[in-house]
Nanobody
Framework: QVQLVESGGGSVQAGGSLRLSCAAS???????????MGWFRQAPGKEREWVAQ???????SYADSVKGRFTISKDSNKNTLYLQMNSLKPEDTGMYYC?????????????????WGQGTQVTVSS
């Protein structure tokens, strides 16, 4: 069983930065190294959308809407996934979740069978 806990959300003005963290439970082993993990977000009244992912081998990919502004990274020693968000825009507002797909070797999508954290709120004001 993998348990994920997000933190680091908050309220910022447009152009500001935040760094989100997703800590995996020690009991689940080195989650960030074993699993493909991703960040997702959900704005009020909208569907959950994929933001970025980090494969177990280390390669990363991003949604076009955040490319060049967000950076996903991981610290295997701390078993933690991060999302550095710069140049934030009001449209980045939402609840941010990290996820790991239960099926090792595959990456999470909003509709797959994943382990999810409880989310952390990000609010960007104009």
């Amino acid at each position: 069983q993998v348990q994920l806990v997000e933190s680091g959300g908050g309220s910022v003005q447009a152009g500001g930065s935040l760094r989100l963290s997703c800590a995996a439970s020690a009991a689940s082993g080195n989650t960030v190294s074993r699993y493909c993990m991703g960040w997702f977000r959900q704005a009020p009244g909208k569907e959950r959308e994929w933001v970025a992912q980090s494969l177990s081998a280390g390669s990363t990919s991003y949604a076009d809407s955040v490319k060049g502004r967000f950076t996903i990274s991981k610290d295997s020693n701390k078993n933690t996934l991060y999302l550095q968000m710069n140049s934030l825009k009001p449209e980045d507002t939402g609840m941010y979740y990290c996820a790991a797909r239960r099926q090792i070797g595959f990456c999470p999508t909003p509709s797959t069978d994943n382990y999810w954290g409880q989310g952390t709120q990000v609010t960007v004001s104009s």
